[in-house]
């Protein structure tokens, strides 16, 4: 796959605060979640994408392209919604997102068709004549998203996209990224300290932690990665029990999780072929047999990454 960010020991100071510690990943195609606790450096990563600020150390390339060296043309290709309202609130939506555009080259004719398609796109048609200053946090946030997407960038960046709304309009604006990603097709980096927040609207994440990248790739890969263990849920609680009898006769530790459901250790590939004959000869009903996947949650504390927030709903 294309490699569309990458990062080679990337340090960054600010001060006396050491933001960014020899960081190195790599950001495919897709929608992939930059994940971190605040103060992580999720935010100077993204400076550094754009090309605003130059690294202590290593090298980012974004695009194939460095953006120390092609910051504008860079820029020109990426579309930036940042994390806090810098919204001018006196201007009508449709105004922001056309002045953008053309600020990104766009005639004004058509920069006037983009902004009103974009605004659509982002549920805010009806309202997209309105002063900024006027409207819910909710559709600010959708204004940004729309500024970000008006030129088809090849990259979308957005810095914690969902702070400030509430469960509901969370729920719309993982939607809305979702739909940019995916049925748009613009690749995204999403900036957030949300678990679950990434992991349902991403395809790859980067874990951020104190400065480094401390986990990254596929999200399908990191679930299945140390997934050792075979999920048996079955529809009589008797034939659990005989299932780990006749495994521990062969010396195949099997644990029960509920009366229906036994977690069997997958030491060798063999597992899966003893499984299934014994629940053939068994005659046993299989409601699931899956190989256990991990949570993202548990992708980050194996990475030893701390800070994070787990919950569903977070305001700030």
């Known amino acids: 796959m294309a490699t569309v960010v990458k990062a080679e020991g990337v ?3 600010w001060g006396q605060t050491q933001a960014l510690t020899s960081a190195t990943f790599t950001i495919e195609k897709g929608i992939t979640g930059l994940l971190g606790a605040n103060g992580a450096g999720k935010t100077t990563l993204l400076t550094l994408m754009l090309g605003l600020h130059r690294p202590d150390a290593g090298r980012i390339t974004v695009l ?3 953006p120390m060296l092609s910051g504008p043309d860079i820029r020109a290709r990426i579309g930036y919604a940042p994390e806090h309202d810098a919204l001018p609130p ?5 105004d922001v997102v056309r002045h953008v555009a053309e600020i990104h080259g766009i005639p004004h ?12 796109e982002v549920g805010l048609g009806e309202e997209r004549f309105r002063p900024v200053g006027t409207m819910s946090t909710g559709q600010r946030q959708r204004v940004k998203l729309a500024q970000a997407i008006v030129h088809d960038p090849a990259l979308v960046l957005l810095d914690e996209p ?7 309009q969370r729920e719309q604006m993982l939607a809305l990224i979702r739909h940019v990603g995916h049925d748009l097709g613009l690749d995204i980096v999403l900036s957030s300290h949300l678990l679950d927040e990434v992991e349902r609207v991403s395809d790859a994440v980067v874990i951020i932690d104190q ?11 990191l679930r299945r990665a140390g997934a050792d263990e075979l999920v048996v849920e079955l ?8 299932l780990i009898t006749d495994l521990a006769a062969v010396d195949v530790e099997a644990m029960p999780i509920s009366p229906t459901t036994v977690v069997v250790a997958l030491e060798v590939d063999a597992v899966w072929d003893l499984v299934r004959d014994l629940l053939v000869a068994a005659d046993a009903g299989v409601r699931r047999l899956h190989r256990r996947t991990r949570s993202l949650e548990e992708v980050f504390l194996e990475g ?13």
């Open 304 to 316: 030893g990454s701390a800070g994070l927030v787990a919950g569903s709903v977070e305001h700030e």
């Open 162 to 168: 969902t702070n400030g709304l509430d469960p509901m």
């Open 211 to 221: 400065g480094r990248a401390a986990v990254g790739g596929r999200m399908d890969d």
């Open 64 to 66: 194939g392209q460095d």
């Open 90 to 94: 006196d201007v009508a939506a449709h």
């Open 109 to 120: 004719r058509e920069a006037t068709a983009r902004a009103s398609d974009s605004l659509y």
């Open 235 to 242: 529809d009589d609680p008797a034939a659990v029990n005989v």
């Open 11 to 13: 340090a960054k100071r």
